[in-house]
Each structure stands twice: as structure tokens, then as C-alpha cells.
């Protein structure tokens, strides 16, 4: 019993040597203010370039949106065409690729996404990984299936600011829905 208590007694005091030791600045409160912490909830637009529609990918980029969590707030298959593609890559236009991009673009439908939750923008990029395939970590949906820059199989916002611009670009006002998500409460704390 004696051997139990001294046990006891070294284990608590090794817990509040860790906490008292562990940092080494001002003291600070460990509770962290939900609010403070939360993110904002964003919207982003993500697309399914021809090569993700041609090789059947359209359901396993969907799949993972969803199991994430993320809410899908529109979604069409779409012929887009070349004017549509340069207001869409504007930023890229001097680029030596864009020629081949635009082709690239217009060869066949692509997927047109709005998803919905807490700082998707960023974590929309994180799930498709790099520009580069070659440079995506497996796991990504570049990283799982593609290998080269110009069929990088999806697109996704970049910022806030050109997910708006984005998805008023692709979609009309009415295409967009707001609706009750029944697993929202299951996703957030
Ligand atoms: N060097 C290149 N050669 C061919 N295509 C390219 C090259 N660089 C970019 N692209 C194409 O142009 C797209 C847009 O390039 P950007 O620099 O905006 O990368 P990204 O933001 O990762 O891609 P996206 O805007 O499609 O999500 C790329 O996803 C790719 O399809
Ligand atoms: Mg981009």
C-alpha cells in the first residue's frame, strides 16, 4: 500500500513538474476561447478540370469534400468556353502555357463546385494538393492521381477574395443554395 502511495505521489509530481516547466513565458490560460480559435466559415470553388471528368473522378473528389464535412452548396457539369476561361485564369494569360491550358480547359466538361465550412479555402488547396503533381504528397487528390502539371485533374480558390469572385463567375445567384445540413452539429463543436 505504502509502495502504491509513493508511486502516486512521484507520478503527480512529475504531472506538475511537465506543466509547471513546459513553458517558459508569461503564465497562460490553457482554456481556450472557442470563438477565438474558430475560424470563419468560408466558401471556395473547386473544379474538376476535363481529365478528372474523362477519368472518372468525379465521385471520389465529391467523396472526400463530403466525408470531410465540408457542405456542397452548388454543383454542375459544364461546357466551359474560352471567354469564360480567360476572365477564370486572367492572371495567367502572358503565361507560355496558357495556349494549351485554354485547350486543355475546353477538350471536355469539367465538374463546378461551391463547398462550404470552416476555412475551406485553405484546406481546400491542402486536399488537392500542389500545382505540381510531382510535388503533391500521396494522400492529395493531385498526389493520388495525376502525375503531370498540365493535367493536374482539379482546381481549386486560392484566397477568400477569388473564391467570390469565382463562384459568382461560375454560377448564377440561383444555382447556389443555403440549406439546413443535418450533420453540422456532428462536424462543429
Ligand atoms: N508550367 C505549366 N505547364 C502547364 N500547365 C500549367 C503550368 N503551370 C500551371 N499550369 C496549369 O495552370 C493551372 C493554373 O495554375 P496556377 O498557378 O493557378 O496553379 P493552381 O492554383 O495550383 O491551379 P488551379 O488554379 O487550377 O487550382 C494549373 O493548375 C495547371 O493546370
Ligand atoms: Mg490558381
Redesign the pocket.
Known sequence: MCEVRRAARLAIALVCATTTHAFSGPPVTLTRSRSAVRMAMERTYIMI?PDGVQRGLVGEIIKRFEQRGYKLGALKLYQANEDLLRKH?G??QE?P?FP??LK?MTSGPVTCMVWEGENVVRMGRQM?G??NPQASAPGTIRGDFSIV??R?I???S?SVASAEKEIKLWFDDNEVLAWKDHSHAWVYE
Open positions: 478540370k485564369y492572371d495567367l503565361k502555357f494549351g491550358l486543355y488537392l500542389e500545382t502539371v498540365g493536374n482539379c482546381h481549386g486560392d
